[in-house]
Nanobody, 114 residues
Framework: QVQLVESGGGLVQPGGSLRLSCAASGYIFSNYAMGWYRQAPGKQRERVAHITTGGSTNYADSVKGRFTISRDNAKNTVYLQMNSLKPEDTAVYYC????????WGQGTQVTVSS
């Protein structure tokens, strides 16, 4: 069964950090580029970062220099290190493949607020 399970979200003050994790199962994880997406209330889901099978990364302008995506193929897991968080980063964060989407997980809520 193909599955994505996100974790690591929470409430953090502006300027703080969080590390999100996404555990994938049911397919050959190392064969696929992976992305982190987010959806804020009233907005469309957007991709904020992705990492290729070879480890190349790309970021949305809004998070460039603050977020870092990485992957551990041995653990079938992709991570998102988020630093210098801003209130506008508040959203539900999801992971998924970037070329052939599979069923979305439940996501993990990130709230940046003082």
């Amino acid at each position: 069964q193909v599955q994505l399970v996100e974790s690591g979200g929470g409430l953090v003050q502006p300027g703080g950090s969080l590390r999100l994790s996404c555990a994938a199962s049911g397919y050959i994880f190392s064969n696929y580029a992976m992305g982190w997406y987010r959806q804020a209330p009233g907005k469309q889901r957007e991709r904020v970062a992705h990492i290729t099978t070879g480890g190349s990364t790309n970021y949305a302008d809004s998070v460039k220099g603050r977020f870092t995506i990485s992957r551990d193929n041995a653990k079938n897991t992709v991570y998102l290190q988020m630093n210098s968080l801003k209130p506008e980063d508040t959203a539900v964060y999801y992971c998924n493949r970037i070329h052939t989407l599979i069923n979305w997980g439940q996501g993990t809520q990130v709230t940046v607020s003082s």
